[in-house]
Nanobody
Framework: QVQLVESGGGSVESGGSLRLSCAASGYTYSYYYMAWFRQAPGKEREGVAGINSDGMTSYVDSVKGRFTISRDNAKNTLYLQMNRLEPEDTAMYYC????????????????????WGQGTQVTVSS
């Protein structure tokens, strides 16, 4: 049974930091492209950052220089370090897995992802 379990969300003030984790199980994690998405109320789900099976990373412009995605294949865990958080970052954050493991560009369409976590809430106050 495939599971993606996010943790690390919370409430912080503008300028603060959070580190999200996503523990994966039930599939060959190291072969998959992994990504973080977010969805704010009334908005579409947005790809925030992605990392392929070779460790190549991609980011949406609004988080470049502030967020860092990484993966630990020995622990089957995906991370998102978020620094200099802004109120506009407030959303539910989801991790997702795609079988297009070696995709070298930013894989950001939700339809390309097979497995999803339940999400963790991030709230940034001004």
């Amino acid at each position: 049974q495939v599971q993606l379990v996010e943790s690390g969300g919370g409430s912080v003030e503008s300028g603060g930091s959070l580190r999200l984790s996503c523990a994966a199980s039930g599939y060959t994690y190291s072969y998959y492209y992994m990504a973080w998405f977010r969805q704010a109320p009334g908005k579409e789900r947005e790809g925030v950052a992605g990392i392929n099976s070779d460790g190549m990373t991609s980011y949406v412009d609004s988080v470049k220089g502030r967020f860092t995605i990484s993966r630990d294949n020995a622990k089957n865990t995906l991370y998102l370090q978020m620094n200099r958080l802004e109120p506009e970052d407030t959303a539910m954050y989801y991790c997702a897995a795609s079988p297009r493991g070696r995709y070298t560009w930013f894989l950001r369409r939700p339809a390309d992802f097979t497995y999803w976590g339940q999400g963790t809430q991030v709230t940034v106050s001004s």
